[in-house]
Nanobody, 120 residues
C-alpha cells in the first residue's frame, strides 16, 4: 500500500492551493483519511480529517478556510486551502487508515509529504 501526495507549492498570502493524495496497492477498505502538517522546528499536527462515513474534523485555525474531501472510488483525499497565511508554511502529509487485502487488522499509512510555502 502506498500514498502519493501532490499539489504543494509556493503561493502568496491570501492565495489558494489544492492538495491531492491517492492510495494504491492491495486495499480492502479505507476507514478514514486526513492531512497533517509539520512546520520547521515544530511537531506534526492534524490539519483535517475525514471518516469513511463523512465525518469531518479540522484544527481551529483552518476552519472556514480549508475543506477536506474524499473520493472513495478513487481512494483519494483532497485538501482545498484558501486564504492561506504565512504560518501555514509546512510540509503537508496525507494519511489513511487502511485494511489491506488479506489482512484482518487496520494500519495507518503515510504519504511522502508535499511542501507548502506561503510568502508574505
Amino acid at each position: 500500500v502506498q500514498l502519493q501526495a501532490s499539489g504543494g507549492g509556493l503561493v502568496q498570502t491570501g492565495g489558494s492551493l489544492r492538495l491531492s493524495c491517492a492510495a494504491s496497492g492491495s486495499i480492502f477498505s479505507i476507514n478514514g483519511m486526513g492531512w497533517y502538517r509539520q512546520a520547521p522546528g515544530k511537531q506534526r499536527e492534524l490539519v483535517a480529517g475525514i471518516s469513511s462515513g463523512g465525518n469531518l474534523n479540522y484544527v481551529d485555525d483552518v476552519k472556514g478556510r480549508f475543506t477536506i474531501s474524499m473520493d472513495n472510488a478513487k481512494k483519494s483525499v483532497y485538501l482545498q486551502m484558501n486564504s492561506l497565511k504565512p504560518e501555514g508554511t509546512a510540509v503537508y502529509y496525507c494519511n489513511a487508515d487502511i485494511r489491506a487485502t488479506g489482512y484482518s487488522g487496520w494500519a495507518r499509512y503515510w504519504g511522502q509529504g508535499t511542501q507548502v510555502t506561503v510568502s508574505s
